[in-house]
């Protein structure tokens, strides 16, 4: 393991609805996770907004960020993310300023410029009243500029969100995110965990381009990570089984509430579908607790990233519970290494 400062950890939570079950357990679960995420050390805990998708409950995210803030007293909370171009910037400062006033020092704004969902689902959220990707760097600036203190003489506020200063995060998963997060002076998570190929593009881009803000004053990278851990590889290797048929769903355009596992994939798909499969899922950690480590420090050594943000698609949630258990003492553990090679390194210098 190369040695650095220490790496925070954190949860990426779409709201699962599993095969049977309904929004109503989804969000029980995703607070009960929660919860135990802020007793592990999990730095933030963030919900992602995705439309017209029958495995996901997370669409209204705000309303599911107060829901989570509210029923923890100390972990971070926000989206990975609000995807911009479906909403008003002004909509969006107020919705998070309001959250900001509610739980002040916990909120965390991450925007993205997809539309999370079909093209179809997009005209239906936006009835041609609201932005296109084209004009997210214009969206972005008016939001950003919704949650500083106001001006004099400006005509709109965002009441409240005006003065909130609420951290903004950019999402990206191409180098045209990185760039725009790199010149703003923002921190940049990668969706690495669903598309890898340009994350270490993006990365080399981000802060080789970063420019100082009054948010941050150096680049801050998360990275995206599946983490699917259980007492034993061949059990979390079953768990896997699950995000596969989802992945292998959407290649085959038929999304669906989150599958059950299965013992393998053998036979349940084509060589091309697997190898589409095998692409999407390339920076998925599964296994024991060891193998487990040994990915993650592989993972954390590749990227310098400063923070992973785990997610798990899961379909047992006390399995799922489970996989964050043991994911969250491995990062105490390779933080505890890196401590010690950082003392060490201290002492010989």
């Given at each position: 393991?190369?040695?650095?400062r220490?790496?925070r950890?954190?949860?990426?939570d779409?709201?699962p609805i599993?095969?049977?079950?309904?929004?109503?357990?989804?969000?029980?679960n995703?607070?009960d996770?929660?919860?135990?995420?802020?007793?592990?050390g999990?730095?933030r805990?963030?919900?992602a907004e995705?439309h017209?998708?029958p495995?996901?409950?997370?669409a209204?995210?705000?309303?599911?960020?107060g829901?989570?803030?509210?029923?923890?007293?100390?972990?971070?909370?926000g989206?990975?993310?609000?995807m911009?171009p479906n909403?008003a910037?002004?909509?969006?400062a107020?919705?998070?300023?309001?959250?900001?006033?509610?739980?002040?020092?916990r909120?965390?704004l991450g925007v993205?410029?997809?539309p999370?969902?079909?093209m179809?689902?997009a005209?239906?959220l936006?009835?041609?009243l609201?932005?296109?990707?084209d004009?997210?760097?214009?969206?972005?600036?008016?939001l950003?500029a919704f949650l500083?203190a106001?001006?004099?003489?400006?005509?709109?506020?965002?009441?409240?969100?005006?003065?909130s200063?609420?951290?903004?995060y950019?999402l990206g998963?191409?180098?045209?995110?990185?760039?725009l997060a790199a010149?703003?002076?923002?921190?940049?998570?990668?969706a690495?965990?669903?598309?890898?190929e340009y994350?270490?593009?993006?990365l080399?881009?981000y802060?080789?381009?970063?420019?100082?803000s009054?948010q941050?004053?150096?680049?801050y990278?998360?990275?995206?990570?599946?983490?699917?851990?259980?007492d034993?590889?061949?059990e979390?290797?079953?768990l896997?089984?699950?995000?596969?048929?989802?992945?292998?769903?959407l290649?085959?355009?038929?999304p669906s509430?989150?599958?059950?596992?299965?013992?393998?994939?053998e036979g349940?798909?084509?060589?091309?579908?697997?190898?589409?499969?095998?692409?999407?899922t390339?920076y998925?950690?599964?296994?024991s607790p060891q193998?487990?480590?040994?990915g993650?420090?592989?993972?954390?050594?590749?990227?310098?990233?400063d923070?992973?943000i785990?997610?798990?698609?899961?379909?047992?949630h006390p399995?799922r519970?489970?996989?964050?258990?043991i994911?969250a003492?491995?990062?105490?553990?390779?933080n505890a290494?890196?401590t010690?090679?950082?003392?060490?390194t201290a002492?010989?210098?």
């Amino acid at each position: 393991m190369t040695p650095g400062r220490l790496v925070r950890y954190s949860v990426l939570d779409l709201s699962p609805i599993v095969a049977g079950g309904s929004p109503a357990a989804s969000f029980r679960n995703s607070l009960d996770l929660a919860r135990h995420a802020e007793r592990w050390g999990y730095h933030r805990y963030w919900l992602a907004e995705h439309h017209n998708i029958p495995g996901i409950a997370s669409a209204a995210t705000s309303v599911v960020i107060g829901y989570v803030a509210g029923g923890t007293s100390h972990i971070r909370v926000g989206s990975g993310g609000i995807m911009l171009p479906n909403h008003a910037p002004l909509v969006i400062a107020e919705q998070f300023g309001t959250l900001e006033a509610l739980y002040p020092g916990r909120i965390d704004l991450g925007v993205g410029r997809a539309p999370g969902g079909d093209m179809p689902t997009a005209r239906a959220l936006r009835r041609n009243l609201g932005s296109s990707g084209d004009t997210f760097p214009q969206d972005l600036f008016e939001l950003l500029a919704f949650l500083r203190a106001p001006v004099p003489g400006q005509a709109v506020r965002a009441i409240p969100g005006a003065g909130s200063n609420v951290p903004v995060y950019l999402l990206g998963s191409s180098d045209f995110s990185a760039q725009l997060a790199a010149e703003l002076g923002l921190p940049f998570a990668f969706a690495s965990h669903f598309a890898p190929e340009y994350l270490h593009v993006a990365l080399a881009l981000y802060r080789a381009h970063f420019r100082p803000s009054e948010q941050l004053d150096r680049p801050y990278a998360m990275i995206g990570v599946n983490v699917i851990a259980a007492d034993t590889d061949d059990e979390a290797r079953r768990l896997f089984t699950t995000l596969q048929q989802q992945f292998l769903n959407l290649v085959r355009g038929v999304p669906s509430e989150i599958p059950p596992p299965f013992a393998g994939m053998e036979g349940r798909w084509s060589p091309p579908e697997k190898a589409h499969v095998d692409r999407m899922t390339h920076y998925s950690v599964v296994g024991s607790p060891q193998t487990v480590r040994e990915g993650l420090e592989r993972l954390i050594d590749e990227t310098q990233a400063d923070e992973v943000i785990a997610t798990a698609s899961i379909f047992d949630h006390p399995s799922r519970l489970r996989s964050f258990e043991i994911a969250a003492g491995v990062f105490e553990e390779i933080n505890a290494a890196r401590t010690q090679e950082l003392a060490g390194t201290a002492r010989l210098s």
